[in-house]
């Protein structure tokens, strides 16, 4: 059973930045491309930005991209979003999920994440003044 806990939520200003983790167990790390999703009150679940094994590949939502950053490191079995320039309507729920190994995990021509199988419980960010 793959267990993923995100952490690093929190308050803060327009402008500013957090860093967001997402400790993973349960299966080879290094195996499985892994996904940041956010959820905003009223709205639909949204990818954000995705990871491949390695960390050699990435990709990102129009929405954030210059933004944030997304990366991982295989020896902590941890994932990372680093966000910057923080804007109100990046508060949301954020969830980190993971991909099943082996699998395609995401279509270059749809821009939409493939195959996630686990995801944490989500910590809340929120951008106010």
């Known amino acids: 059973q793959v267990q993923l806990v995100e952490s690093g939520g929190g308050s803060v200003q327009p402008g500013g930045s957090l860093r967001l983790s997402c400790a993973a167990s349960g299966r080879t790390f290094s195996s499985a491309a892994m996904h940041w999703f956010r959820q905003a009150p009223g709205k639909e679940r949204e990818f954000v930005s995705g990871?491949?094994?390695?960390?050699?590949?990435?990709y990102y939502s129009d929405s954030v991209k210059g933004r944030f950053t997304i990366s991982r490191d295989n020896a902590k079995n941890t994932v990372y979003l680093q966000m910057n320039s923080l804007k109100p309507e990046d508060t949301a729920v954020y969830y980190c999920?993971?991909?099943?190994?082996?699998?395609?995990?995401?279509?270059?021509?749809?821009?939409?994440?493939?195959?996630?199988?686990?995801w944490g419980q989500g910590t809340q960010v929120t951008v106010s003044s």
């Open positions: 990871i491949s094994g390695s960390g050699g590949t990435t």
């Open positions: 999920a993971s991909t099943r190994p082996g699998k395609t995990w995401y279509d270059l021509n749809s821009q939409r994440p493939l195959n996630v199988d686990y």
